[in-house]
Structure formats: C-alpha cells, structure tokens
C-alpha cells in the first residue's frame, strides 16, 4: 500500500486522482497520520477536523471557498505554499501545518486550535474562550465528540484484539 502512496506523489494530481474513494481514503489516512506525527499533532485531533471539515470528500468545495479535506481557504493555502488545495498530500500537509502552527500560538489548547481553524486565528486570539459564537462552540464540541468516539473505538478494538490473543 505504501507503494501506492509514494509512486502517487511521482505521478501528476490528475492521473493520481484516478484511484477510487477507498483508495483516497487510504491514501488521506496515510498523511494525516505521518503529519500528524511528523508536526507533533495528535493524529485523533487531525482526523476529527479532516471528518469535520470534509467528511473525507478530498476536493469538497465550500461556499465560501474553503477546499479539500481540511477545507483551506486561499489564503490560507498561499500563506502555506499548498499549490493545488485538491491534493491530498498537500492539502493535509498544509492543513496540519497550519493546526501545529495555531497550536505554538495558543500554547497547545486544542479547544482554542479548533476555534481558530473554524473562525482564524485573529478572532480567537482576541477573545480566547470567551469567543460566544454558538457556531463556533459547536464546532470544537464536534471535534471533542469525534477525539472522544476515536478514543472509544481504538479502546474497543484493543480489548478485542487481547481477547482474541488470550
């Protein structure tokens, strides 16, 4: 599988695309958890913004113009040098930089890092938790729902797996 990864990176976008959602989903599983690593962000947290954000969909468009499977706006995707926003490589790659990036600015809060993805940085910075737009509150308490059922699951299934061992 790790082949797949890396002869995708060779070839262009366009022919990369190619690949079916299973394959993208493996693929976009495969960068947030080697970013998330590498950038020293917990790989629950990046997944959850990716569920959030995307639902996976690797070139979502939002109506505001928000991109791809963390949804960078352009801007934000300039800011950070991601070219082609549809990309997967690129785009986690920029988005969790972009995550461990808010995280030094807000001393590793992870309730003010999701804010300030949701609504920038500036507003947040201002305002840290006293922010009282609903919309964002309910956006952090999405991504706290989704750490929590990615915690449950991976405790399940290593319950599972020492039952089966024993």
Not at 35 to 45: I, K
Not at 63 to 79: D, F
Not at 102 to 125: M, P
């Amino acid at each position: 599988m790790r082949c797949f990864f890396l002869l995708c990176c060779l070839m262009s976008a366009s022919a990369c695309s190619a690949g079916t959602a299973k394959e993208s989903r493996q693929e976009a599983e495969y960068y947030v958890a080697a970013y998330a690593r590498h950038y020293n962000m917990p790989v629950e947290f990046v997944r959850a913004v990716v569920e959030q954000e995307s639902g996976w969909k690797r070139c979502l468009i939002s109506s505001k113009g928000a991109v791809g499977l963390m949804q960078l706006m352009p801007a934000t995707a300039a800011r950070l040098k991601v070219s082609d926003r549809c990309d997967i490589r690129q785009n986690i790659s920029g988005g969790v930089r972009y995550l461990a990036w808010l995280s030094a600015k807000f001393h590793s809060d992870l309730r003010l890092v999701a804010a300030a993805y949701y609504v920038g940085e500036h507003a947040i910075a201002m305002r840290g938790l006293n922010y009282a737009n609903p919309d964002v509150m309910a956006y952090v308490a999405s991504i706290r729902e989704r750490i929590e059922r990615q915690r449950k699951l991976r405790s399940t299934n290593i319950q599972s797996a020492r039952g089966r061992t024993q």
